[in-house]
């Protein structure tokens, strides 16, 4: 019998909003967590926050678009090893955001267990998840 995948705690930037996602991914059973409740400001830099997430082994949800066009940003991707789920889309309100994380969460927690970090994915308006750079799949690590 498969072993249930384990979801990460999911960390959800300022730019996503307060809460509406958090709840929206609580109600689907998973623990969310937003920067704010977390001890940062809502104006704390992406480099400030992302070695402190990632050291706790959070996924980041976020839909800073800079974070993947950025090289500090993107560095600190890299260094801290982080996981992060970008939404791709534009121009929709709080809670379609909540109801596009929360489609894709059974892609988001599979590509979790099964991906190396650093890894940065984008999800779209319909919760389809996108690896678009690193996250090698671990069975490819442990054969090679």
Request: glycine share 10%; charged share 30%.
């Amino acid at each position: 019998m498969p072993r249930p995948r384990e979801a990460p705690v999911f960390f959800i930037d300022h730019c996503l909003g307060t809460e509406k996602v958090a709840q929206r991914l609580r109600q689907a059973g998973v623990d969310a967590r937003v920067l704010v409740d977390e001890g940062f400001s809502a104006d704390s830099e992406d480099v400030d926050w992302l070695p402190v997430v990632a050291a706790k082994g959070w996924a980041i949800l976020t839909k800073d678009k800079r974070i993947r066009r950025r090289a500090i940003e993107r560095e600190a991707i890299n260094e801290s090893r982080a996981g992060a789920f970008i939404f791709a889309g534009s121009g929709l309100g709080g809670d379609a955001l909540a109801e596009a994380f929360a489609r894709a969460l059974p892609q988001m927690i599979r590509i979790w267990n099964s991906r190396s970090r650093p890894f940065i994915a984008t999800v779209s308006a319909r919760g389809t998840v996108t690896v678009i750079e690193g996250g090698a799949r671990l069975a490819a690590i442990k054969r090679g």
